[in-house]
């Protein structure tokens, strides 16, 4: 297996603009988490789901961030207005369904907005 | 709630020095418990878990983390830790409802 896929790897795009990150989870997990990684804030959870169904999404900043897994092996996370404060590394990461099972990590999504 | 806290922000050693990272969870249910190690521009990676069972856990790397049901934490514990092992180091907990949540991080510089 490949293991998690984001893409894209870096973006850059100005302020207002939507922006959509994507994730291809590891075949076979059921579970699809969405992080985002900055030097004040750490790693923080936005969403996650099971079986393609957030469960719990209190972890979203605001309105302008919504997230969509429409098949169990896709799943996306759109800003729409972005602003510069979103600017971060945004991680996606896939377990099976057991809560004794661990997380693999995409290589995350480098986000600049200017 | 589930939450992780992470003692130490930045440690900084020389290279054949001990190292223990703390971590403390807080959850009311079963618990269990996971250590990352993050390089410098790459992603997460496990190092050692914990579910049930002896209380020290092995990793990979020589790294063994402890669990202390009592004390609420699992900390780090390296021997003799080695330039490649600067990094940042996270803390997670994952409870029943499959949440998966992670302590503020520790950055580690080893000095060669």
């Known amino acids: 297996d490949a293991g998690v896929i984001q893409s894209p790897r870096h973006e850059v795009t100005e302020m207002g603009q939507e922006v959509t990150l994507r994730c291809k989870p590891i075949?076979?997990?059921?579970?699809l988490f969405w992080y985002r990684q900055t030097m004040m804030r750490g790693l923080e959870l936005l969403i996650y789901f099971n079986n393609n169904v957030p469960i719990d999404d209190s972890g979203m900043p605001e309105d302008r961030f919504s997230a969509k897994m429409p098949n169990a092996s896709f799943s996306t996370l759109k800003i729409q207005p972005s602003e510069p404060r979103d600017s971060a590394v945004y991680f996606c990461?896939?377990?099976?369904?057991?809560?004794?099972?661990?997380?693999?990590f995409g290589q995350g999504t480098r986000l600049t907005v200017v | 709630a589930q939450s992780v806290s992470q003692h130490n922000h930045h440690v900084i050693l020389s290279e054949a020095a001990s190292l223990e990272l703390g971590c403390n969870y807080s959850y009311g249910g079963t618990v269990n418990l996971f250590w990352y190690v993050q390089y410098p521009g790459q992603h997460l990676q496990l190092l050692l878990k914990y579910f049930s069972g002896d209380p020290l856990v092995k990793g990979i790397k020589g790294f063994e983390a402890e669990f202390i049901k009592s004390k609420f934490s699992f900390n780090l514990r390296k021997p003799s830790v080695q330039w490649s092992d600067t990094a940042e180091y996270f803390c997670a907990s994952r409870g029943e409802g499959g949440k998966l949540i992670f302590g503020q991080g520790t950055e580690l510089s080893v000095k060669p």
């Open positions: 990461a896939s377990s099976t369904g057991t809560s004794n099972t661990e997380a693999f």
């Open positions: 075949s076979g997990h059921d579970y």
